[in-house]
């Protein structure tokens, strides 16, 4: 028996006896799950991999299922009444919040077990396990298993290729059947309407009827779970209540403003297929839009009434839906009522739509029921199909998104000085087949370049500057890295030679010059991020890999290749309008630099790293790039973003400015440099 316990796995132990002592019901907490999961696969242990991941994405399942069924139970227990007064409010909100409570801990445990970081959430929606798991699985010899889980992963991440050529690979492998590629994560209500469109479009109109009837029953389900999912607490980006002391009534209504608009947001997370920016167009009326034509083929004129009349309720007075309920009445010879789930729900949220209605004016955007369903646009016949014959339509948001386009700087230019002698321009933006690109050499010297690399040994740390994943792109590689600041306080420290620290500082500042000197910027280009990082393939993960470094992405836009197109809106950093990586070193084996077109899978250009060599190019949806797998060695850079607006200044650099100031004047010695990151200027 294997005697040797990871510090992880000992803290689970510890954590478990604590929980389990303290309460009845137990769920193993499932970000607890994962972390064994992930050390496990960096142990080579592939079994334990598949056991703490699989166990993983059954307790975070459950942790939602139970959040759900207390939520409505307990909302169920305690409604609200007519006599809507401050007192009863209170009182309501109170014995909910009991309720749910105590509901949860009989079934899961104490709550605070299961309270997990963002970027675990991040990673379970993303379905990062699932990537996981086709490798270890892989590993295992379980080809089968590792089918599904790559299927599952690819749904959410299409804009990973070398998953999709994984894919590929395994519909030739032995034992690998059809059924076997399946979406573990599918949602019922889209599963059962892109099944219906099928049979719909083949003539099978009897069976796509019960098709569409369970994705409409399916939809209403998840729709309930959403909205109970957002009565939870709610982030306040930029707010602190402790400290700016807002009164209760201010701080309830700020509490149920975001619950209004997670609510709000359910309608687009439905229809939004998993990866995908764009969620599906007026998705909700379209049910019954497929189900009048198909009960009219099938001769069911009542139904095909009511499901016309029901369509008219998202989208009143639409003049083919119109003519329809026109036709039907005169072939009946009566009258028929909408369908009773929809009148509800929109009954139910009204007020909810209203609301959108009046903040979308006051901010200057003119909003109807219409367009908040994004309709399709009016039909000439009964006989015409509805709009959407794959199932899946992209969606015209009411959100007003932009194009990166309409972003970009509005005179493109290049071929400006390179201000140092030494550096050397090897290609310009034709030569790297785009727009606003530029490579070039002996930016850094040899002697430079060794420098930064033992500097890098020595303060780089795992997870730096990815929220403390050691792995964010691919579990194949591990990721270090360290600012300007942190790098400066080592060496006041002494941890590191100042000179060192001095020296990221100074190339960096170098690096900006160039790049606005070589666009012939107008305005003073400033720093966003700079970064030091090195990314090292980890031994005994390369074999038959062939997924990227750094997946296709834009550095200010979020670029949607089913679209052709790249949204700047957040999460996206929209404020950033350069780029530029300055490389250390290029003895490793892969990590190359590439550009693409908007598809995310055309590679127009690619650059070998190597010492002093630098690439830069406009951070927009015109550039999108990745890093293709460092398969042997380590690959290390200073990774560069800048912005045109001073507002988004880096906070760490100016700060490191000072640092910098205060040493060139001596001003520091003897008396101590206090250089605190979180200080504010």
């Known amino acids: 028996m294997d005697t040797n316990f990871s510090p992880a796995a000992i803290s689970s132990i510890v954590l478990l006896a604590v929980v389990l002592s303290t309460s009845t019901a137990f769920l193993e907490p499932y970000d607890l799950l994962y972390d064994n999961a992930v050390n496990a696969f960096y142990n080579n242990d592939y079994h334990n991999v598949v056991r703490y991941m699989e166990g993983a994405l059954s307790s975070y399942t459950e942790v939602r299922r139970t959040r759900v069924r207390c939520r409505l139970t307990c909302q169920d227990q305690h409604p609200f009444d007519e006599t809507f007064t401050d007192l009863r409010f209170s009182d309501v909100v109170l014995r909910r919040a009991a309720c749910v409570n105590r509901c949860i801990e009989e079934k899961l445990g104490s709550q605070s077990v299961h309270k997990v970081s963002e970027d675990v959430l991040q990673d379970f929606h993303r379905r990062i396990p699932y990537n996981y798991l086709q490798l ?12 599904a889980a790559a299927h599952t992963y690819f749904q959410a991440n299409p804009e990973h290729v070398e998953m999709g050529q994984d894919l590929e690979q395994y519909k030739d492998l032995q034992g690998v059947e059809v059924e076997h590629f399946v979406d573990r994560e599918a949602r019922p209500h889209q599963h ?8 719909y479009n083949s003539g099978e109109y009897e069976a796509a009827i019960d098709l569409f009837e369970e994705a409409l029953t399916e939809y209403y389900k998840a729709d309930v779970e959403c909205r109970a999912l957002c009565h939870w607490p709610q982030r306040f980006e930029g707010y602190d209540y402790l400290r700016y002391r807002y009164s209760l009534y201010e701080v309830i209504s700020d509490h149920f403003t975001q619950v209004l608009h997670c609510e709000h947001e359910c309608v687009r997370d439905l229809a939004n297929r998993p990866g995908r920016l764009s969620p599906m167009e007026n998705y909700l009326p379209l049910h019954y839009d497929y189900l009048q034509f198909a009960y009219f083929q099938v001769n069911r004129l009542e139904e095909a009434l009511q499901c016309a009349l029901t369509y008219l309720l998202f989208h009143e007075g639409e003049e083919s839906l ?16 909408p369908r009773e789930e929809a009148a509800w729900y929109l009954r139910r949220h009204k007020q909810e739509l209203d609301l959108l209605l009046i903040g979308s004016k006051t901010m200057g955007v003119e909003f109807t029921e219409g367009n908040y369903w994004s309709s399709s646009g009016g039909r000439d016949d009964l006989n015409r199909i509805p709009s959407g014959t794959d199932g899946w339509m992209e969606y015209v948001p009411i959100s007003e998104k932009k194009n990166v386009s309409e972003a970009a700087p509005q005179q493109l230019k290049e071929g400006g000085p390179l201000v140092y002698d030494s550096v050397q321009l090897v290609q310009n933006s034709a030569a790297l087949n785009g727009t606003q690109r530029v490579l070039l050499d002996h930016v850094m010297s040899e002697e430079e370049c060794s420098d930064l690399r033992h500097l890098a040994h020595a303060v780089t740390m795992a997870g730096d500057g990815y929220r403390g994943r050691m792995s964010p792109h691919t579990p194949n590689e591990k990721f270090e890295g360290a600012t300007v600041l942190k790098t400066l306080q080592h060496g006041f420290e002494g941890r590191v030679p100042m000179r060192s620290a001095r020296l990221f500082y100074d190339i960096s500042e170098r690096a900006r010059r160039i790049i606005e000197s070589y666009f012939l910027l107008n305005s003073t280009l400033h720093f966003s991020y700079t970064h030091l990082v090195c990314r090292t393939a980890i031994t005994g993960q390369q074999d038959h890999r062939n997924d990227l470094s750094h997946p296709i992405h834009a550095d200010n836009c979020l670029l949607d290749p089913d679209a052709n197109e790249c949204w700047k809106e957040p999460p996206a950093y929209t404020y950033r309008d350069y780029s530029a990586l300055l490389y250390l070193n290029g003895d490793f084996e892969g990590g190359e630099f590439i550009f693409t077109e908007m598809d995310a899978k055309t590679v127009t250009a690619s650059v070998k790293p190597r010492c002093g060599r630098m690439v830069g190019f406009s951070s927009g949806g015109e550039n999108p790039h990745g890093v293709k797998a460092v398969t042997s060695g380590q690959r ?37 440099l206090n250089i605190n990151p979180k200080d504010e200027l």
Do not use: M
């Open 322 to 337: 119109v003519d329809n309920v026109d036709y039907y009445r005169e072939k009946l010879g009566h009258d028929c009522k």
């Open 636 to 672: 290390c850079a200073v990774a560069l973003w800048f912005t045109l607006d001073p507002l988004f200044r880096e906070l760490e650099r100016l700060q490191a400015d000072e640092v910098i100031q205060a040493l060139d004047t001596q001003s520091v010695w003897g008396q101590g």
């Open 136 to 147: 270890a699985y892989q590993k295992l010899k379980q080809p089968d298993k590792a089918a």
């Open 192 to 199: 059962s309407f892109a099944a219906a469109v099928k049979l």
